[in-house]
């Protein structure tokens, strides 16, 4: 593999876990000033792992094969979740 191979694939990893993460941390504490920046980035990494979770458990109980569509939408679902959440929350 060459450097810009790895380099997308990096990339790729890294926006899968952070942006799905990201909003669900969005969605769970609204407010600017509810975390910390590092306590965000934090909690956004472990919330990132949330579709990988709900994948396993669609494919253990439900027989729900994990391919290129059920994951795809598995992470759009669930930024989906966390975005409107965080925009339920926010008007409150």
């Known amino acids: 593999m060459d450097l810009v191979a790895i380099s997308i694939v990096t ?5 899968f876990i952070a942006i799905p993460g990201f909003l669900l941390s969005m ?16 909690l956004s990494v472990i919330l990132g792992l949330t ?12 027989s729900i094969p994990i391919t ?12 989906l979740a966390g975005y409107v959440g965080w925009r339920y929350r926010i008007k409150k």
Do not use: H, M, Q
């Not at 990339?11 to 926006?15: F, K, P, T």
């Not at 579709?51 to 109980?61: A, I, S, W």
């Not at 290129?68 to 930024?79: G, M």
């Open 11 to 15: 990339i790729a990893i890294i926006l």
């Open 68 to 79: 290129d569509y059920t994951t795809l939408a598995t992470f759009l679902l669930v930024s």
């Open 51 to 62: 579709p990988f979770f709900l994948l396993y458990f669609g494919d253990r109980n439900f």
């Open 27 to 42: 969605a769970i504490f609204p407010r600017k000033e509810d975390l910390d920046p590092v306590e965000r980035v934090g």
